[in-house]
């Protein structure tokens, strides 16, 4: 028989499977593993989160892809005060959390073969997977000059504050990169998940004024309350910018079936207008990250970026794996830098997603 080629041989082998050596032995640790290489939220769900959730159980009809109106009307407030942007001209979409619109914008965009997508050149894996789903070309570079005259740029991913480095990129680099992209035409798509968590940085949107200059045109923010609100499990993102772009993207949408389900669309609205529970979150955040990063730094790491998001980027100036298999023997698992690019490869990653007393932890087991 004459089957087609896997789908999955254009994609990179699943990362975290590399890990599993490491988490072996991170789990030997008599007191168990300090899990510290995903950025999975653990604190649990808001109150209110769960009861608009629960509220909205009964849902026999088909949920709208668009989003209902008070889902739509919570995105666009929502965005208006966190990014500073204008609601006029905004298009709005809720997703099925922001991993799969990352990984399916590519061929949402209908960007295919001979097309490139330019990606951060140490960077969250799907945005090179979804360019590989859609059979175009990745070149992973942080400034524009690098990437040359490159024909065919069709978008270009930008991701502030950064995961896997925590780093923020100013307003005047992301206005550069607008411009850039709008003289040839290409798409930028600004991963903005981590936005809320600005530290010793403040995060700017692309969709604020001084990055796209009060036109949508030819941007797109992309967020999720996986983090912000512990939402990880509902699966609750969406995407603002550009009309006509999110009006195309809808349009696909709905003949695919990417549709959130309606129970979570009126939890994102309580998540959305509640500033509070954001803020309870971001104190745990901070707290945990002030003491992971002093116990790090303790033990003779130098703390890289990390100045916004959900990590700390860590180095001693080894590879990674050294690092990983040390850390592992002390019963801590860390994601490697490599899994982010080659220029990751003497980093390493911790999360602040441990609770308060895994974290506390930390410090003694690296100077035990
Ligand atoms: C940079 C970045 N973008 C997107 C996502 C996907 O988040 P979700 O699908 O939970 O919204 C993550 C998850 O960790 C991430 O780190």
Request: glycine share 10%; aromatic share 6%.
């Amino acid at each position: 028989m004459n089957r087609p080629a896997p789908v999955s041989a254009r994609l990179p082998e699943f990362t975290w499977d590399t890990l599993d050596a490491a988490a072996g032995l991170a789990a030997a640790h008599p007191d168990g593993p300090i899990n510290l290489s995903m950025g999975t939220p653990v604190d649990p769900v808001p109150a209110l989160i769960r009861q608009a959730l629960a509220d909205a159980s009964d849902a026999p009809g088909y949920p709208l892809t668009a989003g209902t109106p008070a889902l739509r009307d919570a995105i666009a407030a929502w965005v208006a005060r966190a990014c500073g942007a204008g609601v006029d001209g905004l298009g709005v979409l809720p997703t099925v959390g922001s991993k799969e619109l990352v990984a399916w914008l590519p061929t949402l965009l209908g960007i295919g073969p001979g097309d490139v997508v330019v990606v951060p050149s140490i960077a969250y894996p799907t945005y090179e997977d979804g360019a590989r789903l859609a059979g175009a070309t990745v070149v992973r570079a942080d400034s524009l000059t690098a990437v040359g005259p490159t024909p065919r740029v069709r978008l270009v991913w930008v991701n502030s504050p950064g995961n896997p480095t925590g780093r923020v990129l100013p307003a005047p680099h992301l206005r550069k990169v607008v411009d850039w992209a709008r003289e040839r035409g290409a798409v930028v798509a600004s991963d903005e998940c981590y936005l809320p968590l600005g530290w010793d940085a403040e995060p700017v949107s692309v969709l604020s004024p001084e990055v796209c200059g009060g036109s949508y045109d030819g941007v797109l923010a992309v967020h999720s309350l996986s983090k912000r609100s512990n939402l990880a499990g509902y699966r609750a993102g969406f995407v603002a910018g550009d009309p006509a772009l999110v009006a195309e993207l809808l349009k696909v949408r709905k003949h695919a079936g990417m549709i959130v389900p309606a129970p979570v669309q009126a939890a994102m609205v309580a998540a959305l207008r509640d500033e509070r529970h954001a803020e309870e979150q971001r104190e745990r955040y901070r707290a945990r990250r002030a003491v992971l990063r002093a116990a790090f730094a303790a033990a003779g790491f130098t703390v890289e970026h990390s100045e916004a998001g959900l990590y700390l980027w860590l180095t001693r100036d080894e590879d990674c794996w050294e690092t990983v298999d040390r850390l592992a023997r002390r019963g801590i698992l860390v994601a490697a830098g490599a899994f982010y690019g080659p220029a990751g490869a003497r980093h390493v990653r911790a999360a602040l997603t441990e609770s308060d007393e895994r974290v506390a932890a930390v410090a003694d087991r690296l100077r035990g």
